[in-house]
């Protein structure tokens, strides 16, 4: 069984985190509190969830919490397509973020997948 950290749905998670934090330390502060905030909090999300459903040993139970990872990302998403129209990311970051939330989109629902199709 490999480990949590060897998922490459989990790496790519914590990229996104990192790659979030980034955004949110060059928010305004006025604006962290609120936009900022909710898109911080939806992108740990992503991971956390990834990591609280490789932990549980019921399928259900995990498939929940990928269900969850997955409603996180498309969170996100509408975070960051806000933070871009009011001009708070540049055009640079906006693609690479965006780029890295469709990856991890693709590789989350076929391992979503994948897990079902073993049962």
Same mark, same amino acid.
């Given at each position: &069984?490999?480990?949590?950290?060897?998922?490459?749905?989990?790496?790519?998670?914590?990229?996104? $985190?990192? &790659?979030?934090?980034?955004?949110?330390?060059?928010?305004?502060?006025?604006?962290?509190?609120?936009?900022?905030?909710?898109?911080?909090?939806?992108?740990? $999300?992503? *991971?956390?969830?990834?990591?609280?459903?490789?932990?549980?040993?019921? +399928?259900?139970?995990? &498939?929940?919490?990928? +269900? #969850?990872?997955?409603? $996180?990302?498309?969170?996100?998403?509408?975070?960051?397509?806000?933070?871009?129209?009011?001009?708070?990311?540049?055009?640079?970051?906006?693609? $690479?973020?965006?780029?890295?939330?469709?990856? @991890? *989109?693709?590789?989350? #629902?076929?391992?979503?997948?994948? @897990?079902?199709?073993?049962?």
């Amino acid at each position: &069984m490999k480990k949590l950290g060897d998922l490459e749905i989990y790496q790519i998670a914590l990229e996104l $985190s990192e &790659m979030g934090w980034s955004i949110f330390q060059t928010l305004p502060k006025q604006f962290q509190f609120d936009i900022g905030s909710q898109f911080l909090k939806a992108t740990d $999300s992503i *991971g956390a969830n990834i990591a609280e459903g490789y932990g549980r040993y019921h +399928y259900k139970d995990s &498939m929940k919490f990928y +269900y #969850n990872a997955r409603g $996180s990302l498309w969170e996100v998403k509408h975070w960051l397509l806000l933070l871009h129209k009011r001009d708070f990311v540049d055009q640079e970051t906006f693609q $690479s973020f965006l780029s890295k939330i469709e990856t @991890l *989109g693709k590789k989350l #629902n076929n391992f979503i997948t994948r @897990l079902k199709n073993a049962q």
